[in-house]
């Protein structure tokens, strides 16, 4: 940055400065469309891990269809079948 705040920046540090603020404009509009994109998957009932519940960190508390069923079968796997 300039050393002094009264001096007119350059060329240069004006372009860097527009090049920093469209690179932080794309990578905050990257996160807010990937986080749209996991709210409209949760929404619509749809996993995110695709269909992979053993390891995931939200199994407990999953309310998908799969998650269910996955909880089912290991509830029974672990009672002995029955």
């Known amino acids: ?3 002094s705040p009264r001096e007119n920046p ?3 540090e004006l372009f860097a ?7 932080l404009g794309l ?3 990257g996160g807010a469309a990937l986080f749209a994109k996991r ?3 949760l929404r619509d009932g749809i996993c ?3 269909r992979l ?7 407990p ?3 998908l269809p799969q998650a269910l069923s996955a909880r089912k079968i290991q509830s029974g796997a672990n009672s002995g079948g029955r």
């Open 1 to 3: 940055m300039s050393e």
């Open 10 to 12: 350059s060329r240069r």
């Open 17 to 23: 400065g527009a090049l920093r603020y469209a690179a």
């Open 27 to 29: 990578v905050a509009t």
């Open 39 to 41: 709210r409209r998957l």
């Open 48 to 50: 995110i891990k695709d």
């Open 53 to 59: 519940c053993d390891g995931c960190a939200i199994f």
């Open 61 to 63: 508390q999953c309310e």
